[in-house]
């Protein structure tokens, strides 16, 4: 299946102050990572927001998200907030980019800055997502201001967002194994990234191991392979935010196309599609994807149960990767026009 959206993955480094648990007098005992954060809620984190141009508290959370992520991506940073702390309390990605977003707000003091941001990425960490702890890692690994530069805590948040599934920690931390010598702990992570298209790193490195260590290293790619979240759940997450940022482009720029749906049926309509879409051999970007979405709808807007797939003429004009979204459509409609009258 083609994979037309791609998740962000630098995250900026964030920078505050970090509450730590006393270790015993006696052994040291290690906190839970979550116990490392400060205690937040969401009526104490999210500010108060008022309704713009683009987002009202009204509209459905996804497409909320959605909305704060294209106004994020086209750098208008204060529309982008509003949205995306209004779709927060129901999307825990959302407070990654709250946290990029707070960095770089001027109006406020540097420390203010610093701590929001951090702030942003602790409630999220606490949350389980991959995302935000890769950014603790960031955080932890660099050090800056009233955070001290913490190699082990880091790590052990490298680790969760492994765990978790992130495919570019995984990575890392492989790397940090074998650097450090763990040739077995390295070799199970190289197996669960399980790079089928470029095994050279995952051979060369077997290559060094003794008959031991790949013994050790097999045991504990089974141990992981139970533990860690599956590529088939971040391949959907995915999926998920795609049908957040379709919802929220076609909602942008054809307001009427959902109209007279409710939420559950919008969402489920723009989900099957998408997939479908997706899955077309002729269909092959984003812009496509759209456009199908769209012509489907103002089909059935026509004639309920119309596929469009069905008319050659409409195939032609949403197989053309040339045609802009808005030239699709058009095309399209003058056909619907004549074949729905």
């Known amino acids: 299946m083609k994979l037309f959206n791609v998740l962000p993955l630098a995250l900026a480094v964030l920078l ?11 052994e040291p005992k290690i906190p839970e990572l979550n116990d490392t954060l400060p205690k937040l809620s969401l009526q104490t984190l999210l500010p108060n927001v008022a309704d713009n141009e683009y987002c009202n508290s009204r509209m459905d959370s996804d497409i909320l998200y959605g909305i704060g992520l294209s106004l994020f991506n086209n750098d208008d940073q204060p ?38 941001s951090f702030n942003y990425m602790a409630y999220s960490a606490s949350q389980n997502d991959w995302c935000a702890e890769y950014g603790l890692y ?19 948040w490298l680790e969760r967002s492994a ?42 490195l077997k290559a060094k191991l003794t008959p031991e260590q790949l013994a050790a290293g097999e045991q504990r790619y089974n141990e992981l392979r139970a533990q860690v979240s599956s590529k088939e759940t971040l391949y959907a997450e995915a999926r998920e935010e795609d049908v957040a940022r379709y919802s929220a482009d076609i909602h942008l720029a054809y307001p009427d196309t959902f109209k007279g749906m409710a939420s559950a049926e919008r969402y489920d309509f723009v989900k099957r599609t ?8 002729y269909i092959h970007n984003r812009d496509q994807v759209t456009s199908y979405i769209v012509v489907a709808r103002r089909a059935q807007l026509k004639k309920p149960g119309a596929d469009v797939l069905q008319n050659k003429q409409i195939v032609s004009v949403l197989s053309d ?12 409609q003058a056909i619907l026009n004549k074949a729905y009258k």
């Open 163 to 204: 765990m978790h599934g992130y495919p570019v920690t995984q990575q890392i931390l492989a790397e940090q194994y074998e650097e450090q010598g763990d040739l077995a702990s390295s070799y199970a992570w190289l197996k669960i990234i399980d790079n089928k298209k470029d095994t050279h790193e995952l051979d060369e």
């Open 16 to 26: 505050a102050a970090c509450a730590t648990t006393a270790p015993e007098k006696t």
């Open 321 to 332: 990767e040339e045609l802009s979204v808005d030239d699709a459509v058009k095309k399209a």
């Open 79 to 116: 529309a982008a907030k509003s949205c995306l702390v209004m779709a927060a309390p129901k999307h825990n990605r959302a407070f990654c980019y709250l946290s990029m977003i707070a960095e770089q707000e001027t109006d406020k003091s540097p420390e203010q800055r610093d701590r929001e």
């Open 274 to 281: 998408m997939f479908k879409g997706i899955d077309l051999p």
């Open 138 to 156: 960031q955080v932890y690994l660099s050090g800056s201001n009233a955070v001290p530069v913490d190699r082990p805590l880091a790590l052990r």
